[in-house]
């Protein structure tokens, strides 16, 4: 059997697989990774979180880098992935999206169950209080008085809702996303070069948890070797002929 059909196979007579997403499941909406060449690495030096924390430069620098990003995010539009992996939790096939993206693409699409790993970047959040609000407008007033925004409520720092380099993960957020992999009997992967932790343990986890693991990504991963099937090409046409194959089934 070919491995699409195989794929499919495993969809439909499955009780919902778990996709975990990377950030190459929006490079077809335009956004770029961070490890493909010209990805956001090859013209940025990361600001870690402590620099953050410590250094009005640091700030200002972080908000230079994101302003320019942010512009990615807002005019980006989910791709036909994003779209079919909504589709099929709509039908019962996917329980829910655990992704590393902080594009919001994923909701955008129409997935309900996303557990955002990095957090988000359509917000920002105050370091001191917790208050929320819109990234757009945070991003909009830098941009408009080439000043850092700090919180409306409390004058603290803020920062995009994202984990930054050098920052804890959410608790809550992981245990979940654990618990979703154990439950699932097909961990479906795509996008991620699956370097970073968790990321690079989900695939043993679902395996040891006895799912079946599927991993589509363009290059070759490191984790290639624990999946039950990989498929090196673009999400998006992969995605669209697995669909193909449940549509004739
Ligand atoms: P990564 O950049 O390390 O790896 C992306 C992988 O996706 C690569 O192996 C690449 O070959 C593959 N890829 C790219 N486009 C593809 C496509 N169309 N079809 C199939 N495969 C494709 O990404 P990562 O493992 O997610 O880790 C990077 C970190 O980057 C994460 O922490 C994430 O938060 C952050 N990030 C997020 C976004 C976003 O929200 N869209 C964008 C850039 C970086």
Avoid at 4 to 33: H, K, N, R, Y
Avoid at 112 to 128: D, I, P, Y
Avoid at 185 to 210: E, N, Y
Wanted: glycine share 8%; hydrophobic share 40%.
């Amino acid at each position: 059997m070919q491995k699409i059909e195989q794929i499919a196979e495993w969809l439909a007579a499955g009780s919902g697989a778990v996709v975990f997403s990377g950030a190459g499941m929006s490079t077809e909406s335009g956004i770029p990774d961070f490890r493909s060449p010209g990805g956001v690495w090859a013209t940025n030096q990361p600001v870690y979180f402590d620099e953050y924390m410590a250094s009005s430069e640091a700030r200002y620098e972080y908000w230079r880098q994101k302003s320019i990003a942010h512009q990615d995010f807002a005019d980006s539009q989910p791709n036909c992935g994003h779209k079919l992996l909504a589709a099929w939790e709509q039908v019962g096939m996917v329980q829910g999206v655990i992704t590393q993206n902080i594009d919001g693409l994923h909701q955008l699409a129409g997935s309900s169950l996303v557990l955002e790993l990095h957090g988000t970047a359509r917000q920002v959040a105050c370091l001191e209080c917790g208050a929320r609000g819109p990234a757009d407008q945070a991003v909009a007033e830098f941009l408009a008085t080439d000043e850092v925004p700090s919180c409306p409520e409390c004058d603290g720092i803020t920062k995009h809702a994202t984990i930054s380099f050098g920052q804890q993960l959410d608790d809550e957020v992981l245990r979940q996303a654990d618990q979703l992999v154990q439950r699932a009997d097909l961990l479906l992967v795509m996008g991620s070069s699956l370097v970073v932790q968790p990321a690079a343990s989900l695939p043993a986890i679902a395996a040891r948890s006895g799912a079946r693991v599927v991993i589509i990504n363009r290059d070759a991963t490191d984790q290639d070797g624990i999946a039950d099937a990989v498929i090196h090409g673009e999400i998006g046409e992969t995605l669209e002929a697995i669909n193909s194959c449940l549509e004739n089934s």
